[in-house]
Nanobody
Framework: VQLQASGGGLVLAGGSLRLSCASS????????VGWFRQAPGKEREVVAS????????YHSDSVKGRFTISRDKTKNTVYLKMNSLKPEDTAVYYC????????????WGQGTLVTVFS
């Protein structure tokens, strides 16, 4: 399974971006998918995750109310819509998949850089 993250860029504080995580794997719809980020000098942190059921989502406190994770199974893609972006959201964002039965995320995409300036 390969994951392809895209959608990062340079945005003014208060603006929006939508990240996409696309997969070529036919079983991707059965994966738990998470979005993580790593800012310079900081540890990687989970931002949001979504279960096989699109109704099962998690958003970290730092992004709750501003970011929304969703998935389109017809397109084999998971999205992270980011609104009201802040400079502290600047980081490399990664998507990752956890296959059924796996305890950890076992598939990772390459990062996409989000830079928020004020």
């Amino acid at each position: 399974v390969q994951l392809q993250a895209s959608g990062g860029g340079l945005v003014l504080a208060g603006g929006s971006l939508r990240l996409s995580c696309a997969s070529s794997g036919r079983t991707f719809s059965s994966y738990v998918v998470g979005w993580f980020r790593q800012a310079p000098g900081k540890e990687r942190e989970v931002v949001a995750s979504i279960g096989r059921s699109a109704g099962s989502t998690y958003h970290s406190d730092s992004v709750k109310g501003r970011f929304t994770i969703s998935r389109d199974k017809t397109k084999n893609t998971v999205y992270l819509k980011m609104n009201s972006l802040k400079p502290e959201d600047t980081a490399v964002y990664y998507c990752a998949g956890k296959s059924p039965g796996s305890l950890d995320y076992n598939y990772w995409g390459q990062g996409t850089l989000v830079t928020v300036f004020s």
